[in-house]
């Protein structure tokens, strides 16, 4: 049985990399360049600090932060006072919290922890 | 935020025609009525950058209130034998079989019982909270229970037992590993005292894989186990170790033996669900939900990967806790298909609390069929349902490791996908693993399917309507017909039509289906493929269940589980499973493209090739400038070619005569190959550096006048309604559609 080990990705993160950081900001949605995308594959592949996902409120219009439990049968954690009206700046908001998870560094213009 | 879970249903039969009936079956935990209106659907994705909804109501007597009650799901595959006077043989007793448990730490699990959970009456062989093998038995009050010293090892072949010795007052447990080596033995016997003489419950089910919470020929079960069962045997004596061993090692243990109460041989009739007893006493019984079939036992030694080669190695079944493939539901409302109805995808819409913050708005989906012999058009739209079948309640963002990396970015949840992520018991699809890491292999049609409806996720079914809304808005009259017909009346349903389109992702075909495509073609017949991924995976549908698939995915593919090795035939007819390509019928046999790559990143224009300009084809590009990319924009990923996409390879099958007519083939990093296209290991293999990561457009003609038109991209169907329904896509498809329609045959390619 062969199974995908959410332990894989294992790209080193440089806290100081903050040049990447600002790419990411700049251009969450892409293209990226070469250590962006193993940054990113690195925070998606794990889901680090416990996978942040998106709760559709309208079709692509609104959406509210979540996260998976990590168990099945158990309920989607919500976030009511994290609502998105645009893509990028959900994928923004998550990059900071994994960054946080990730470096232990808080970002500067980052918003709180949900 | 709509509520589209508060009410759940299915239709059955999912597929209906004009002047039969069909039937509603509807659930609610909370909502005591709802407002029913039955829909045609010509759009079922809400995206408001897209057509949007758009159902219109025909007006029938059904709609109005219905009233709701709460129709539970009980989950888990077992094996049924109703009671029998030799099952209530009293005095000793001796049950055995070999064992592969795949969740032994999952909790409580029964492997063989006759037992009655409402009384705590009878015997059962289990497991206990820690992993531990059981041996338990209720009388008169008292229970007698043996617990094995270690416990049983995940994913290793075991021989358990349990025995009754009454004269002795003793019960036994009996536990010997197949490989005990290198630390993988947990051989063990124990034994404690039991009951003298014991009288056993009356009106008890024997229950394989779970135990029955009460009497009754159909009890409700519970208790249900993960993993593997072989050769179960019941015997009337106290066996010692060896002989109990010896009964269940052989294959065909005597039926003379007067002690020989039961002895099942899952072997028998593989694609029912039907279990076989070799005994005297004919204690045959039935399979709920579907365990896996067609399941290597301890014997296998891979001389065989088929089981019908050797189905005496095939004599396990692989049961699941969370299997679900009959809801049971009792039906609500019925409705009769008027007779002049028009085919198409329909649904029920269940509403209520309108007006409120948390309005509902539920679907029901089914399809009305073109009868085979009764075209009312020429041209013919297939519903994929077999692929909405294999994605029926997908939980792969859920659950997957590899889904957000896949997707290349945040997971978006649709309220379906946060009820489905609490509610396991609606079964879930055959890209997801069962609660104990296997693959589910099946899917059928007899529970509610989330993503098979309108607001669903759009994957398949919503983007495939953006092809119908495409044909209305064109004026375009066509009949709908299913993969389940086409399976089950072959190349003459196609032949009714002078042009069939297959959809935005036809990807599992039975060989009667793909041969009834190349029947069709070869006959003349046209064939429009607006989709990608197609014609990938061989799966069979059920014998005689309507609406019921089955797919073993294997070693190779794209595939989201691994099949075990010799486990990749399939149970519903012997036949191999796995892709098509590796079944000598690549996609670029049949279509001129086959499935090549991945891209989730975006979604690309095409650009136009020399080919495109061959006089032969001018019909095709009338009013499209050639010098401009094609399908620029698109719903998904703001391109035509994206998503999952196919090539065209002559060594892989597409034709000589073959007009490779536009290709996106710079994809970027984005464009991430299928693992059958790659034979050696080495870097450059994405789409950036790799020019067979890409999605083309084709033409050829087939015999008699027939052809074949393929786009080979999944984001094709949403890019039609893109700036008004005026964009080269759509002027493209168009213009390939109308000429397909006219029965003058393709010159000059001879």
Redesign the interface.
Known sequence: ??????EA?HWPVDPARLDLVEEFRRRP???HSDAL?KLL?RM????VGQ???????????R?ML?R??GR?????ETFPNRVFTD?AA??WA?FVLRWEALTGQKLEDGSSAA | ?TDTTAVLGYAWPLVVSPGEEVAFHLSSATLEEAEATLLRVRCAD????GPGLRLTAPGTPLDGLVALRHQPLHPGSCAIIPDAPALRRPGPLSVGCFLWPTAPLAGRQTILSRWRGDQGEGWRLGIDAEGCLEFEVGAHGQCWRVTAPQPLLE?EWVFVGGVLDDAAGEIRVVQQSLDPQAGRDRSADAAAPGPRGVTWPEATALVIAAEAREGGETPLTEAHYDGKIDRPRLHATALDAAALRALCESLTPPPGDPNLIAAWDFARDIPTAHVRDLSANRLDGTLRHLPMRGMTGANWDGSTVQWTEAPHLYGAIHFHSDDMHDAGWSPDLRFTIPADWRSGFYALRLRARQGSDDPVESFVAFFVRAPLGQPRSKLALVASTATFLAYANSAL??????A??ML????????DD?YL????ELGLSTYDTH?D??GWSYSTAKRPILNMRPRGATFNYGNDTHIIDWLEQIGQDYDIITDDDIHRHGAQLLAGYRCVITGSHPEYFSRAMLDAFDSYQRGGGRHIYLGGNGFYWRIGWHPTEPHSMEIRRGMNGLRTW?G?AGENALSFTGEPSGLWRSNGRPPQRLVGVGFDAQVF??SYPYRWREEARDPRIRWMVEGIDLEKPLGDAGLRGGGAAGLEVDRVDATLGSPPHLLWLATADQL???GVPTLEELRTLHRGAMGDQNARVRADVAFFPTARGGAVFSTGSIAWACALSCDNYDNGVSRLTGNVLRRFLDPRPFEGFD
């Open positions: 049985m062969l199974v995908n080990d959410p990705a949605r892409g293209p995308q594959h998606r592949w794990s889901g996978r942040h996902v998106l709760i559709v409120l309208e079709p692509n219009r959406w979540g998976l439990p099945r049968g158990a309920p989607v893509l959900a994928e998550v | 935020m809400p995206d408001p950058d994913r963002r859920l659950d997957q490791v590899h957000e990396a290349e970015g945040l997971l978006t949840l649709s309220r946060v992520q609490e509610h396991r609660s890491g296997s691994e075990e990143t975006r970027d990093y984005g």
